[in-house]
């Protein structure tokens, strides 16, 4: 079964740092682009950034630039978005997802998602 | 950055009654391949997105074919042929034409 399992939600402090994960299986992790969305409480989604593990080659979007930083590390099928110091608008639901292909051709549509990581960020 | 406004922002829907909504872009969606990369997502509440169409029209796995898209250019549109109850929840619109990639705000979908 293709699937993306992201890590256990996250209570922290105003200037701590994170590191959320999202580990793929069953395809190859390599070579299928992976982004990552934010939606904050009651709110739609928001493109963040997007990364192809099998060079790391990272798209930001300039809304999120200098924000968060978008990794990965293909020899343990993961994805991961970190902060280096939070903020309590940082507070929402993240997703990460597969963005689809049918053979070699990308379909530009994200068509396997994860179970979503609540990040809660408050004094 | 494009900008992409979906219509209406909330949409009452009767089991049964077709339903359709909107999704414009503020500049075209074609791709220099000659593809438009326009898709459609749907979510339920509590749940993560689920990928209904793909390149304006193309429904992906396993999606009921009540679900049909449509459009060109600028002007995209999300069709139910017959709204049943597991349809609620919120369709947004995506373009990925280029980066970065935008989510139009949603359509919110609720039974009457």
């Known amino acids: 079964e293709v699937q993306l399992v992201q890590s256990g939600a996250e209570v922290k402090k105003p200037g701590e740092s994170l590191k959320i994960s999202c580990k793929g299986s069953?395809?190859?992790?390599?070579?299928?682009?992976i982004g990552w969305m934010r939606q904050m409480p009651g709110k739609g989604l928001e493109w963040m950034g997007i990364i192809y593990p099998g060079d790391s080659d990272t798209r930001n979007s300039p809304s999120f630039q200098g924000q968060v930083t978008i990794s990965a590390d293909k020899s343990i099928s993961t994805a991961y978005l970190q902060w280096s110091s939070l903020k309590a608008s940082d507070t929402a639901m993240y997703y990460c997802?597969?963005?689809?292909?049918?053979?070699?051709?990308?379909?530009?549509?994200?068509?396997?998602w994860g179970q979503g990581t609540m990040v809660t960020v408050s004094s | 950055d494009i900008v992409m406004t979906q219509t209406p922002l909330s949409s009452p829907v009767t089991l049964g009654q077709p339903a359709s909504f909107s999704c414009r872009s503020s500049?075209?969606?074609?791709?220099?391949?000659?593809?438009?990369?326009l898709s459609w997502l749907h979510q339920r509440p509590g749940q993560p997105p689920r990928l209904l169409i793909y390149k304006i029209s193309n429904r992906f796995s396993g999606v009921p074919d009540r679900f049909s898209g449509s459009g060109a250019g600028t002007d995209f549109t999300l069709k139910i042929s017959r709204v049943e109850a597991e349809d609620v929840g919120v369709y947004y619109c995506?373009?990925?034409?280029?980066?970065?990639?935008?989510f139009g705000q949603g359509t919110k979908v609720e039974i009457k």
């Open positions: 500049q075209g969606l074609v791709h220099s391949d000659g593809n438009t990369y």
């Open positions: 995506m373009q990925a034409a280029q980066f970065p990639y935008i």
């Open positions: 997802a597969r963005r689809a292909r049918l053979g070699e051709l990308s379909l530009r549509a994200f068509d396997v």
């Open positions: 069953g395809y190859d992790f390599t070579n299928y682009w």
